[in-house]
């Protein structure tokens, strides 16, 4: 899954982007919205979510044993989800809890990747789609 966030203004009007593969790099699912007034955090938050909440319903109770990659070009977002930074932005929270629940109930084989934005250009892409729509 190849995720992004963001916001014109910060905050400002805001969107996701998501691109879902299978190992195979075969494009199973895209999804490109606006999420209303967000800071690029919150967005970020969002897309992540809104991923995994589509692989599980793709996936039903498979995932419980799937494997699953998430890539973000947000290095402060990945290391929170991947618990080497704590959450200090209260807002943000929620939404840490929020995917936390859905990874212990759902989930359990995920990892948070860094990309690069530049190997992030399709859930970006996606991003400036719903903005500009």
Avoid: C
């Avoid at 899954?1 to 910060?10: F, I, L």
Wanted: aromatic share 6%.
């Amino acid at each position: 899954m190849y995720t992004d966030g963001g916001a014109r203004g910060n905050p400002g009007p805001a969107a996701i982007g998501v691109q879902i593969l299978d190992s195979d790099g075969t494009v199973l699912q895209e999804l490109s919205e606006k999420i209303g007034n967000a800071t690029n955090n919150f967005a970020e938050y969002q897309a992540v979510w809104r991923a995994l909440e589509t692989v599980k319903q793709l996936y039903g109770k498979k995932t419980k044993d799937m494997m699953f990659e998430v890539r973000l070009d947000s290095e402060l977002i990945q290391k929170q989800l991947s618990h080497e930074y704590q959450v200090k932005e209260p807002g943000l929270v929620p939404h840490f809890m929020a995917i936390h629940n859905l990874r212990v109930s759902s989930l359990p084989h995920i990892t948070f990747v860094h990309v690069r934005r530049e190997k992030n250009k399709e859930a970006d892409r996606l991003v400036n789609e719903a903005l500009d729509a």
